[in-house]
């Protein structure tokens, strides 16, 4: 109410406009939420990619499965369907196989 009594605004004037900057201060503030969790999920990603890369890097030419490799690279197995399966990489990227 101070801002209501020092600018000499109508009590209704002000009730309306405290609600819309308020609201408009609680859609900014979940906006921002989003972007920041976007940003989170992203540079988590970076850090499993470059974790990644790092190990592959310092490998030879892979010949025959490697257990230890599977398991860095993929984080989930899904089966989609009797003859799909989806293995989703640890950077979140999703890879179908038929078998």
């Known amino acids: 109410m101070k801002l209501n009594l020092t600018a000499g605004m109508d009590a209704e004037i002000y009730a309306v406009e405290y609600t819309r900057i308020n609201g408009e201060m609680e859609d900014l503030q979940s ?7 976007a940003e989170i999920t992203q540079r ?14 310092g490998m030879n030419r892979v010949l025959a499965f490697d257990e230890k490799l599977f398991g860095m690279l993929v984080e989930q197995i899904k089966v989609l369907n009797k ?17």
């Open 31 to 37: 906006k921002r939420a989003v972007v920041t969790n």
């Open 83 to 99: 003859v799909q399966v989806e293995f989703v990489l640890r950077s979140g990227i999703g890879v179908v196989e038929i078998l």
């Open 44 to 57: 988590e990603t970076l850090a499993h990619v470059r974790e990644i890369d790092k190990s592959l890097r």
